[in-house]
């Protein structure tokens, strides 16, 4: 009990004494964090919709990797991420292993199945005659898209923080293609992994309650999005 | 009356199984055209294919004397028609959004489009409606709702695919008469699809009867119930002693 208490103290004492270091590793998960659920999400629904909208041969076995890739274990991504970007990988020559964009990499990788396989999901679960309504109205191809994204929207908004809390929570990826570097690319996770393997518990529950905060403050705002009364 | 679409030769298949089979159609301009037909017989098929919301296997569709594809390029024609479905297939906003979208997706003038709106929320009785959620509605709001979507468009061609049949009669004999005098005022032509003989002989000018994917017959309604050929005669006959309980 001793410990907790100790480390909700610890936790208070680093962030408001204004320590550098904690606010350089935030900085860096936020920085690395948003970027990756970015790409993801910019990548990951006009794919998602495409599959969720179109028929075509080998859509199923497309869908069954999506589905497999939702499940995918982050030190997987990792390591073969890793072999990529190695000096001698084929994409060595990059110079990317052990910086924050293999980081970005690595939580693309994971997060980006997820959007698009709930937006997939999402999209195939539309009544057909709802598709049929909105060609009837007259729509053009993109505004049907658009106006499916609206009606969509909770699905949608879920699955971009279903890749949210995979890229927030993701730290063997991280530590892997990233090498956990002290203010280049260390962030909350790898860093939390480090502290505990060095026996620095309430520096472990600070970094803890400083990524819940995160979490929360970010999902608040795409939950508010979510529910958010819409006018077309 | 001016010829507005035809079908010719036009036959649907899906699943090696012939759904329509049309070698003649004509839908007349200002005509208030009813089409019965038993479930299946291919109504809700023949108003897609009019509407050039379905291509056709095979034939032709001619709008105005000229043939035309349902493809992409068709939506400048289709935006010329209006469709309303059984289920009232309503937006997740409100009602008054709901009304104007089909002119918002034609990027109408925004001064025209609060005029309309205001026009036919009033004409439909559903102006008190128009801050709420349609999601929210009644069937017999919902549909209301549905029409003056519909006919805020001032389609060319109205199509109505059973859109009372989900209704309860006294709410559907209310909406079948405003309708009537909406579509009176406005001589829009209106291809009618329904499966109830009542709402068929209140509503239109004209019948067609089809079974099978075939259309069996077709002239003015009240011909067409009273001396039904030997094809429709069977089905229009078990309608007209379901009447006269």
Redesign the interface.
């Known amino acids: 009990m001793n410990l907790f208490i100790e480390g909700i103290l610890k936790a208070i004492e680093m962030i408001l004494s204004g320590d550098r270091e904690i606010f350089k590793i935030t900085y860096t998960t936020l920085q690395v964090c948003l970027t990756a659920i970015f790409i993801s999400t910019l990548i990951g629904i006009p794919f998602g919709v495409f599959l969720g909208l179109n028929s075509f041969p080998g859509k199923k076995i497309v869908l069954v990797f999506v589905n497999i890739g939702m499940g995918l274990p982050p030190v997987v991504a990792g390591l073969y991420i890793t072999m990529l970007l190695w000096r001698s990988g084929p994409l060595g020559h990059l110079g990317l292993l052990y910086t924050t964009h293999a980081i970005v990499i690595a939580q693309v990788l994971v997060s980006l199945p997820i959007i698009i396989g709930l937006t997939s999901a999402a999209f195939q679960q539309m009544?057909s005659?709802?598709l049929?309504?909105i060609?009837?109205?007259?729509?053009?191809?993109f505004?049907k898209v658009g106006?499916l994204l609206?009606?969509t929207k909770l699905a949608i908004m879920a699955a971009i923080m279903a890749g949210l809390g995979r890229v927030l929570a993701e730290v063997g990826a991280a530590m892997m293609v990233g090498g956990n570097i002290k203010g280049d690319t260390r962030i909350l996770t790898t860093s939390m992994v480090m502290e505990v393997s060095q026996g620095n518990f309430d520096v472990a529950i600070a970094l803890s309650f400083i990524l819940m905060t995160l979490a929360f403050i970010i999902t608040f705002i795409l939950t508010s999005l979510q529910q958010r009364k819409?006018?077309? | 009356m001016k010829k507005i679409l035809q079908l010719q030769e036009v036959k649907v298949i899906a699943k090696k199984q012939t759904l329509l089979d049309v070698p003649e159609f004509t839908l007349q301009q200002g005509d208030l055209l009813g089409v019965i037909g038993p479930n299946g017989a291919g109504k809700s098929t023949l108003l897609k294919v009019l509407s050039f919301l379905q291509a056709p296997n095979e034939g032709r569709v001619v709008y105005k004397g000229e043939e035309k594809h349902a493809n992409t390029l068709s939506l400048d024609i289709r935006r010329r028609f209006a469709v309303a479905m059984q289920q009232p297939l309503l937006f997740d906003t409100n009602v008054q959004q709901n009304v104007v979208l089909g002119l918002k997706l034609r990027k109408e003038n925004k001064k025209i489009i609060n005029e309309k709106v205001d026009y036919w929320l009033n004409k439909f009785q559903i102006d008190h409606l128009a801050k709420k959620n349609a999601l929210s509605l009644s069937g017999g709001e919902a549909q209301r709702v549905n029409l003056a979507r519909a006919l805020i468009l001032e389609p060319e061609v109205l199509f109505l695919d059973e859109p009372f049949s989900a209704l309860d009669f006294p709410t559907k004999a209310q909406l079948i008469q405003d309708l009537k005098e909406i579509l009176n005022d406005t001589s829009t032509t209106t291809f009618f699809v329904s499966h109830d003989l009542l709402e068929i002989k209140h509503l239109t000018k004209s019948l067609a009867v089809i079974m099978n994917g075939n259309v069996e017959q077709i002239g003015y309604t009240k011909e067409v119930i009273d001396q039904p050929n030997q094809a429709v005669a069977p089905f229009l006959n078990k309608w007209k002693e379901l009447y006269t309980l």
Do not use: P
């Open positions: 009544d005659k709802m049929m309504q060609k009837a109205l007259g729509a053009t191809r505004q106006l609206r009606e819409q006018l077309v």
